[in-house]
């Protein structure tokens, strides 16, 4: 394709369709290095104006970042993930056709601050099961999970292999201890030291923070969750139906 | 309050859950500088390594920052949104009990790029309306927001003053376009300096972005938003039911 200087639609929007075609047919793919505005002027005879309003609009949409001193690369294309029911995460990727793992970081107990007091519906204080690891998609980091369960089933769960088996299914299949819902929490933060070296990014990255508390029976808290996931890597997808406040 | 060095309870997690209740009960107000760490170890008579793990804690909460060269403070409480059904900004606030305004930046006709005219059904090039406004609750900017409307329904909706008028209350009850329902797209990212600067932030600060489009009847798109959330500011809630893949 070339850009058609004579067409209803600006230049800068052609060129940045022209580019977004071919981030996404592989002839520019994840990771490399954009051409330079001088290479884009002479290759689509455009002017550099052009050249920059077509590269910002990528860069608004996360299809091409700036690396400082180095230029602009092409990003990795986010996970698109529905958020529409209670499911793990190697459900998740499963069901994106992506493989799974786990990087078991650690385990300890601990005795449980406000929050997780809270959420377990437990004394302050009380002993809890805190458990850490780095779930991979294709074997690329994604989320950096922290997992707090009650003390007697997280003593029965840290027996297992948790690189292996799922919280959930474990929970589930050996535990008597079936999910029936959750309750969702959803931030946008920057991601501090601990968070960037799990994630491989840098500090002050954008991070999608999910925290979840699941039930089971008798509205039984039993697994609260901390998910930090990279957000260069992920996007949520939903479908809510209109709602009128106050209406009848 | 104070300290008891003979309880189970950790000591950081005594003194984080002290402060968090200072903070909680208004003798900690938001924007206020936390007293230092000398203060601190002088007032609750404990280490320094106690008081940095606490408040370590308070930061990860996001009940505390540090702005760099000033110190420690105590951020604003997120407001906490639910996230369970299509509603509009001035009905998300009044749910809340908080005032909700607009400041309208500006609305142009633009040329539908590759992702508007994919939202909206229209090809490539098609002229849509845009409008951007900065949205506040009970006076703080909260949210940046990009509207994309059809041509012939945007034309009509900017006759009106958007400061004033909610866009959903004008399709539903001026322009005969009811809103069934809509898609949601949610990321967590970084704000470039236009984000930064309509949302009074820094650039780089955590931003919760929504992709929004409304749907009508017969399934017509004629909304589509990215509402751009300060990250600091917001949480969102939903409730989910356990979807087990590929179960019975």
Redesign the interface.
Known sequence: MTIEHS????LY?QL??EI?TRIQNGDFPPNSRLPSEDELVEEYSVSRTTVRNAVQ?L????LVEIRRGKGTFVTSP?I?QE?????GFV?DM??LGRKASAKWLDHELL?A???VAEQLACP??TEVMCIRRIRLSDGVPLSFDITYLPYELGRQIVSHDLEVEPIFTLL?TRYDT?????????????A?QAIADALSVSA??????IERTSYSRDHQPVDFERLY?R?DH????????????GAA
Chains 1, 2 share one sequence.
């Open positions: 067409s209803a639609v600006p929007a940045e369709s977004t609009n860069l608004k949409k996360g986010r698109v958020l529409t029911g209670l499911t459900e499963a069901a005795a601050d406000e929050t302050i204080g589930e079936p999910l029936i819902e959750a309750e969702y929490r959803l931030q946008a933060i920057s501090d002050g990255s954008p991070v999608f923070l996931y957000g992920i996007r949520f997808t939903t479908r809510l139906a209109r709602r009128v406040p």
